[in-house]
């Protein structure tokens, strides 16, 4: 443990600024959506995630996947959403053990409005501030950062670099 | 808001690995300082930022300032380490009316004793998997990114970058 080097300052200074980001990027985006949709940023990106899905329709297990979370977090956010109307759970068609989430139609338009207005945000804080050379750095970076976060490997956010060897 | 173009196929890419970043890495790093010192990673951090201050003491005002938080959430986690003993609150000596945070002698100690295990842990999730190369890059990318998110230029994580004319 006493062997592990400080960090540098290049590094430091990096440091700070990745914790700041992840400090405050959930804010930013959050206040947008919970004054035009009531939806916290969560509870946004599991909707869209569901509204992409075949039939909008997904298993728990893989919602959870899908929106980095724990089945019990998602499980906790989905009977909120069930509240509203704005998803609905049932037995799985083809295994009678596993539970769907099914976005409603009231849930589909809830994205559907929502949605403008959260691009706009992201990109007004993200994708607006960084060149395009910037975009393939970050996605790099973010992979290599999240294959430690995930050692399991189940997270969708890694799905097209699954199969690819570790780098270094 | 409706002309907001959507995000394109490596823009998404890159923004789902900042998400599963933003939401996965405090967890991450929480999980080693709640085991080894019982603490939060912003509590860590505050600590942290405390023990590297004059005299171990800063105001109140400056210290949000250097944790990206606002003061009452601050306050709030303050509190938290008073009753605990590791911080201890007093009026400001040169301004009355200020507050000023002090690190105690056993806040001191928890943060000596977190501190190894803790940058483990951040080399680990961070800097063990990007090359030096990467490492400023995602200092460039925070950086931009964090001026869209603190607009009033207040944070200490800009500091050095705060009188540098914004890019594009």
């Known amino acids: ?38 939806l916290t940023h969560f509870e946004y990106f599991t909707l869209a995630i569901l509204s992409e899905a075949p039939e909008r329709t997904l298993r728990m297990t893989a919602l959870a996947d899908s929106t980095n979370a724990t089945l019990p977090r998602l499980s906790h956010v989905i009977r909120r959403l069930e509240d509203r109307g704005l998803v609905r759970r049932g037995p799985c068609p083809t295994d009678g053990r596993a539970t769907n989430a099914h976005l409603t139609e009231a849930g589909w338009d809830v994205v559907v409005a929502a949605a403008p207005g959260h691009v706009a945000t992201v990109r007004r804080h993200v994708f607006d501030v960084l060149t395009p050379e910037q975009v393939g750095q970050l996605d790099a970076i973010g992979t290599s950062i999240l294959r430690t976060l995930d050692p399991e490997n189940r997270l969708s956010a890694l799905d097209d670099v699954r199969d690819q060897p570790l780098p270094r």
């Open 1 to 38: 443990m006493s062997e592990t080097p400080w960090l540098d300052e290049r590094e430091m200074r990096a440091w700070l600024r990745l914790i700041a980001v992840v400090q405050l990027l959930p804010g930013a985006l959050e206040g947008e959506l919970q004054q035009d949709a009531q």
